[in-house]
């Protein structure tokens, strides 16, 4: 597994509270019982605490410290329902609707969260990607200057002089068919995030082109897009429009764009869309044998993340630790 030896050490610094808004889940379970082993991650589990207790004690997890919040019978209920009312009086938001809507255990530990009871959220073990973005959008909303919540992946593998190989990929889970100033917007994002996994970013921007080569809408879009986050970013090399093995290859980079700074050593990749950025990271992941850390989402208030939901318990451990470290 991936080192995460820097951000253990930063939790514990600082403890975070982090909410599991799957509580009753087997495999957030173990994740909360090998957390609370430790003293860097503080997990506050949602659902009724008998059935916790009881699937704990069936499947042998030590869950004995961990807060247990049922928001079925919280005692701060109310105060949770006005302020929700309150942050969506605009959207036409009463108290009877907020009872309706907080009884979810999304938008409750996103309320959490934005309460100041726990410090960042990770949930959709068993539910979908737009479940967790969607409260968190409403609740949280995006930092001052971003428009859009974007994610990456953090890709990694050892390598034969026994470091590992790290790379970040975006936007591969979130946004569709991002605009040219969007792929901006996550190239900043994801550049920030890149950082914080110890990759000294070089960013490509990738297309089906090398800086002229191929023609045509997408390819545009690409290539301004590059251009932009360049003048934006100038302290970080970035290049594009760039082909895959133009990015990564170096004698590949050398005939394509021979001399360029980012070419052939690029290790931070934004995708033009989803459908490229999705695909992408898993032919790294499945056939490049690397372990894939993500969707980590980018741009909000407040670190909110999404699990898969074939995720088993270390991956649940894993994100826990990035979504803390992150917050």
């Not at 209920?77 to 009312?85: K, L, W």
């Not at 994801?190 to 045509?216: H, M, R």
Request: proline share 6%; charged share 25%.
């Amino acid at each position: 597994m991936f080192g995460f030896g820097d951000m253990i050490s930063k939790l514990k610094k600082s403890p975070k509270r982090i909410v599991f808004t799957e509580g009753e889940d087997p495999r957030i379970l173990e994740a909360a019982s090998r957390l609370l082993a430790s003293s860097f991650l503080h997990p506050v589990l949602l659902g009724n605490p008998d059935q916790i207790q009881e699937v704990a004690e069936e499947a042998g997890f030590n869950i004995r410290g961990a807060e247990i919040i049922d928001p079925e019978n919280w005692d701060r209920f109310e105060e949770m329902v006005d302020e929700f009312v309150e942050l969506r009086k605009a959207k036409g938001m009463t108290p009877e609707k907020a009872r309706i809507t907080l009884a979810g255990a999304n938008y409750f530990g996103t309320m959490l969260v934005k309460m100041g009871v726990a410090d960042c959220l990770l949930g959709g073990a068993t539910y979908s990607t737009a479940d967790t973005v969607r409260p968190a959008l409403q609740i949280i909303k995006t930092k001052p200057g971003n428009t859009i919540v974007s994610s990456c992946f953090i890709l990694v593998r050892p390598s034969a002089t026994g470091e590992n190989e790290v790379l970040a990929m975006a936007d591969c889970a979130i946004n569709i068919k991002p605009s040219e100033d969007e792929l901006v917007e996550i190239c900043g994002e994801t550049i920030e995030c890149a950082k914080v996994f110890g990759v000294d970013p070089k960013v490509a921007f990738l297309s089906y082109s090398t800086l002229g080569s191929g023609k045509g809408e997408e390819v545009e879009k690409v290539r301004s897009a590059a251009e932009k986050a360049k003048a934006k970013y100038p302290n970080t090399p970035i290049e594009g429009e760039l082909q895959f093995d133009a990015a990564v290859a170096p004698r590949v980079a050398r005939t394509k764009c021979p001399g360029n700074p980012v070419a052939g050593y690029a290790n931070t990749f934004i995708f033009p869309d989803i459908n490229a950025g999705n695909i992408g990271y898993k032919i790294a992941q499945r056939m490049g044998n690397f372990e894939a850390y993500g969707p980590i989402l980018l741009g909000l208030n407040a670190q909110i993340n999404d699990l898969s939901r074939g995720c088993n318990a270390l991956e649940v451990y894993s994100m826990a630790i990035i979504t803390a470290a992150l917050s």
